[in-house]
T-cell receptor, first 112, second 116 residues
Framework: QKEVEQNSGPLSVPEGAIASLNCTYS??????FFWYRQYSGKSPELIMS????GDKEDGRFTAQLNKASQYVSLLIRDSQPSDSATYLC????????????FGSGTRLQVQP | KAGVTQTPRYLIKTRGQQVTLSCSPI?????VSWYQQTPGQGLQFLFE???????NKGNFPGRFSGRQFSNSRSEMNVSTLELGDSALYLC???????????????FGPGTRLTVT
């Protein structure tokens, strides 16, 4: 069974610090990787996508992908209290690139 | 550009009934996927539709079905509701046009279904 693993947290960081969220996946043929942010009571919001090994930066967010280690991470620089949310890692593979398998999410708390 | 819309937002049904949920994708998006989110199982893929055809299906019983219309709007149906079907049902859309596709999916606000 294809799995996506995340530490459930909570991950607590002070305001202004770097938050590092990690995700591992089991299916070696996975092709697309996404990070979603979900506030309590809301739907997931796409914040990053990454398809090839290396880093991808977008504002305060950096996604990192290492297919050999089956590892995806998300770095949030200059964390703000408004970043406090659950971050979901999602992966798709060869069965269908829109059939996402989600991790259980990491709850991030940014302390003012 | 308007986002994904889902109706209704909240629904209460009793066991044994059936329910139909509706989703309108972002304008120009032709692929629609459905997901179920529960506290115990998290977010799970139900199915994906493109060009009125089901392209992929997740590991859910046949009571869960869907369809897509020519305007890309989609509906999902759950028959013979069970208590365990209580969940947030999310629709996501993505852009695709012939050989070109984006695999990024944008979620709607969801329909909260409660089965009593």
């Amino acid at each position: 069974q294809k799995e996506v693993e995340q530490n459930s947290g909570p991950l607590s960081v002070p305001e202004g610090a770097i938050a590092s969220l990690n995700c591992t996946y089991s299916d070696r043929v996975s092709q697309s990787f996404f990070w979603y942010r979900q506030y309590s009571g809301k739907s997931p919001e796409l914040i990053m996508s990454i398809y090839s090994n290396g880093d991808k930066e977008d504002g305060r967010f950096t996604a990192q992908l290492n297919k050999a280690s089956q590892y995806v991470s998300l770095l949030i620089r200059d964390s703000q209290p408004s970043d406090s949310a659950t971050y979901l890692c999602a992966v798709s593979g060869d069965t269908g690139r829109r059939a996402l398998t989600f991790g259980s999410g990491t709850r991030l708390q940014v302390q003012p | 550009k308007a986002g994904v819309t889902q109706t209704p937002r909240y629904l209460i049904k009793t066991r044994g009934q059936q329910v139909t949920l509706s989703c309108s994708p972002i304008s120009g998006h032709r692929s629609v996927s459905w997901y179920q989110q529960t506290p115990g199982q998290g977010l799970q893929f139900l199915f994906e539709y493109f060009s009125e055809t089901q392209r992929n299906k997740g590991n859910f019983p046949g009571r869960f079905s869907g369809r897509q219309f020519s305007n890309s709007r989609s509906e999902m149906n759950v028959s013979t509701l069970e208590l365990g079907d209580s969940a947030l049902y999310l629709c996501a859309s993505s852009w695709t046009s012939g050989r070109l596709s984006s695999y990024e999916q944008y979620f709607g606000p969801g329909t909260r279904l409660t089965v009593t």
